[in-house]
């Protein structure tokens, strides 16, 4: 289930208007809300590097890094990867939201082993390294594109992690106030897992705090941050 982001508007301006601090627009929300995002986004593949380092706990729901990953698979999915007549070595990754390539899969369901560009060279030449219609390899050539030898075989495919969708608090105006609107096309909630509520609220604030150049509000969304991750790492 999707972080509802008129939730998370409604939090951020209570906690900004406490006092008369501030106000934040829509406009400026949906700026904020996207950078938060994604920051929540790319920071669990840096936790998961680290933290798979480590044992994790054995108690189901307490396991870190089974909590990280059940974050991370609401993102994953299977793209197709396909060539033309043309450049039968080179595949397409058809999708529009690529966010980072896991596994290539051959039409066998056998792993395709990944190399690096140096290496093709030396790989190509050896007798024994050498590829085969038995045991694919593949060189990442572009955000969209690998080249596979011997050659991309139909029915291959890839996992992959895709990107988030951008968040944005559509709204129509009401006697000059802007009135939260969820069938407005443009409405689309957090595309974060649901416990992540709390942390969207604190990193909004953050940025808020940061742009209006208040540091109270700043020093409250960061304070509220570090104190959440703490607790998380412990």
């Given at each position: 289930?999707?972080?509802?982001?008129?939730?998370?508007?409604q939090?951020?301006?209570?906690?900004?208007?406490?006092?008369?601090?501030?106000?934040?627009?829509?406009?400026?929300?949906?700026?904020?809300?996207?950078?938060?995002?994604?920051?929540?986004?790319?920071q669990?593949?840096?936790?998961?590097?680290?933290?798979?380092?480590?044992?994790?706990?054995?108690?189901?729901?307490?396991?870190?890094?089974?909590?990280?990953?059940?974050?991370?698979?609401?993102?994953?999915?299977?793209?197709?990867?396909?060539?033309?007549?043309?450049?039968?070595?080179?595949?397409?990754?058809?999708?529009?939201?690529?966010?980072?390539?896991?596994?290539?899969?051959?039409?066998?369901?056998?792993?395709?082993?990944?190399?690096?560009?140096?290496?093709?060279?030396?790989?190509?030449?050896?007798?024994?390294?050498?590829?085969?219609?038995?045991?694919?390899?593949?060189?990442?050539?572009?955000?969209?594109?690998?080249e596979?030898?011997?050659?991309?075989?139909?029915?291959?495919?890839?996992?992959?992690?895709?990107?988030?969708?951008?968040?944005?608090?559509?709204?129509?105006v009401?006697g000059?106030?802007?009135?939260?609107?969820?069938?407005?096309?443009s409405?689309?909630?957090?595309?974060?897992?649901?416990?992540?509520?709390?942390?969207?609220?604190?990193?909004?604030?953050?940025?808020?705090?940061?742009?209006?150049?208040?540091?109270?509000?700043?020093?409250?969304?960061?304070?509220?941050?570090?104190?959440?991750?703490?607790?998380?790492?412990?």
């Amino acid at each position: 289930m999707a972080v509802n982001i008129d939730t998370v508007y409604q939090k951020v301006l209570a906690i900004a208007n406490k006092e008369q601090r501030g106000y934040i627009t829509p406009q400026e929300f949906n700026l904020f809300a996207e950078q938060a995002q994604l920051e929540i986004f790319e920071q669990y593949f840096y936790d998961l590097n680290q933290l798979s380092r480590v044992h994790g706990k054995s108690e189901e729901y307490s396991d870190i890094v089974h909590n990280l990953n059940e974050k991370v698979a609401l993102f994953e999915s299977i793209a197709t990867i396909t060539s033309a007549p043309a450049t039968p070595t080179v595949g397409t990754i058809n999708v529009t939201n690529l966010y980072r390539l896991g596994t290539v899969i051959d039409a066998n369901y056998r792993e395709v082993e990944e190399v690096q560009q140096n290496e093709l060279l030396y790989i190509l030449q050896s007798p024994l390294a050498a590829p085969s219609l038995t045991r694919y390899i593949y060189v990442r050539t572009g955000e969209l594109t690998i080249e596979m030898r011997p050659v991309v075989q139909a029915g291959t495919t890839g996992t992959y992690v895709r990107r988030p969708t951008k968040p944005s608090w559509g709204y129509v105006v009401v006697g000059h106030k802007a009135l939260f609107d969820a069938t407005n096309p443009s409405t689309n909630n957090f595309d974060l897992h649901q416990s992540e509520e709390n942390e969207l609220v604190y990193k909004i604030l953050r940025l808020a705090g940061v742009s209006m150049k208040r540091p109270d509000i700043m020093g409250a969304g960061q304070g509220m941050d570090t104190m959440q991750v703490q607790q998380e790492k412990q």
